[in-house]
Nanobody, 127 residues
Framework: AQHLVESGGDLVQPGGSLRLSCTASLLTFDDYAMGWFRQAPGKEREGVSYISRSGGSTNYADSVKGRFTISRDNAKNTLYLQMISLKPEEPAMYYC????????????????????WGQGTQVTVSS
């Protein structure tokens, strides 16, 4: 069963923008802190952005601060990642992940804390 499904990946020019979405099913969405991760070919997976169950707490990798915005709509069971000013070095498969936590304000910064992962959506940055 597919708990998380990402969408929105596309080919975009350097400096362009994209909004990724991640729709959850078969789980109680607001029981889970959420995160976005990415992995480029030949590179390790890296955390991009994280958000608490309530949406009130967020955290970003230094490389994306000021350019990416994570948000969630618990009524729609959906997580978002708004990306602007995309850089040529940022093409990757982007994954969303859900981690169960008892605290509504807690963000989960470690990949091993996440219980469910989507299959990814491809972001390509090229002119």
């Amino acid at each position: 069963a597919q708990h998380l499904v990402e969408s929105g990946g596309d080919l975009v020019q350097p400096g362009g923008s994209l909004r990724l979405s991640c729709t959850a099913s078969l789980l109680t969405f607001d029981d889970y802190a959420m995160g976005w991760f990415r992995q480029a070919p030949g590179k390790e997976r890296e955390g991009v952005s994280y958000i608490s169950r309530s949406g009130g707490s967020t955290n970003y990798a230094d490389s994306v601060k000021g350019r990416f915005t994570i948000s969630r709509d618990n009524a729609k069971n959906t997580l978002y990642l708004q990306m602007i000013s995309l850089k040529p070095e940022e093409p990757a498969m982007y994954y969303c992940a859900a981690g169960r936590t008892g605290a509504r304000w807690e963000v989960l910064l470690r990949a091993q804390d996440y219980n469910y992962w989507g299959q990814g959506t491809q972001v390509t940055v090229s002119s």
